[in-house]
């Protein structure tokens, strides 16, 4: 098998004009897992709770109780953005563990790709920068519209427009520079570790397919879960900065 690694991901059909990539189909393979473990973990809710319900109302609970102190006490605060910080946490976490199955980087559009370079059929969804970049423009575009919510336009606006000094008024230009420069550093942090240990376990499988490869592939499926929970955690923090006035 030859090293083949592309930044861009494959194209594989089209449906009514739109090109569909291999990124994109385990996207909706991702979000499909994630709707139907919702829908059978909701029907398997009691009011007596066994091992597995008490597990996971604690995980919850923890992760409420979390936010809840992130938020300064706020609990309509962390009930209110719980399900966004979850959701992204769940997707990029089970995207990122998507890329150890079999079949992933394997099997191709039209065969076997264990011989021959070839299309695969899946992808690593975070392997794609449209991917990240799309999930750093919800998460930015919420992080602002949750301050000037919360403080209001005007007030929002003056933590980066200040105009009663020329040093206060540099300092709101480079706050300015750093809530635009967000979008870069959510999308490209992602996309760079999870395609970084990609490429590095690829060129494991190349020099010694058996063995080796295993110590690799444990160190990125921990990377995996770390960088999804790095990116919740930055969401949610940097919406408690947006909504907080800007004297504190």
Same mark, same amino acid.
């Given at each position: 098998m030859d090293i083949h690694i592309v930044i861009a991901s494959e194209r594989i059909g089209e449906w009514m004009g739109l090109p569909i990539t291999n990124t994109l189909l385990t996207s909706w393979i991702v979000m499909g897992i994630l709707v139907v473990f919702a829908l059978v973990v909701s029907r398997m809710l009691t009011y007596k709770p066994g091992r597995v319900q008490n597990a996971v109302e604690g995980l919850f609970a923890f992760v409420l109780d979390f936010m809840t102190e992130a938020f300064e006490g706020n609990r309509k605060h962390a009930l209110f953005f719980f399900p966004l910080?979850?959701?992204?946490?769940?997707?990029?976490w089970l995207a990122n563990w998507m890329e150890f199955l079999p079949g992933f980087g394997s099997i191709?559009?039209?065969? $076997?790709?264990?011989?021959? =370079?070839? !299309?695969? %059929?899946?992808?690593?969804?975070?392997? $794609?920068?449209?991917?990240?970049?799309?999930?750093?423009?919800?998460?930015? #575009?919420?992080? !602002? =519209?949750?301050g000037i919510v919360a403080l209001g336009l005007w007030r929002y606006t003056g933590k980066?427009?200040?105009?009663?000094?020329? %040093?206060?008024?540099?300092?709101?230009?480079?706050?300015? =520079?750093? !809530?635009?420069?967000?979008?870069?550093?959510?999308?490209?942090?992602l996309f760079g570790n999870i395609f970084a240990g990609e490429a590095l376990i690829v060129v494991m499988m190349y020099f010694l397919p058996v063995g080796l490869?295993?110590?690799? #592939? %444990?160190?990125?499926?921990? =990377?995996g879960f770390m960088q999804a929970a790095i990116f919740a955690l930055l969401t949610l923090?940097?919406?408690?900065l947006a909504m907080t006035p800007a004297q504190h």
């Open positions: 910080i979850a959701t992204i946490f769940l997707f990029v191709g559009v039209t065969g $076997d790709c264990g011989r021959a =370079v070839c !299309e695969p %059929l899946f992808r690593s969804v975070n392997t $794609d920068l449209n991917v990240t970049i799309a999930l750093a423009v919800i998460a930015v #575009m919420v992080t !602002e =519209v949750a980066f427009l200040v105009f009663t000094s020329p %040093l206060k008024f540099f300092i709101g230009l480079i706050e300015l =520079v750093s !809530e635009a420069s967000r979008l870069i550093s959510f999308s490209f942090r490869p295993i110590p690799f #592939m %444990l160190f990125e499926m921990f =990377v923090f940097f919406i408690k």
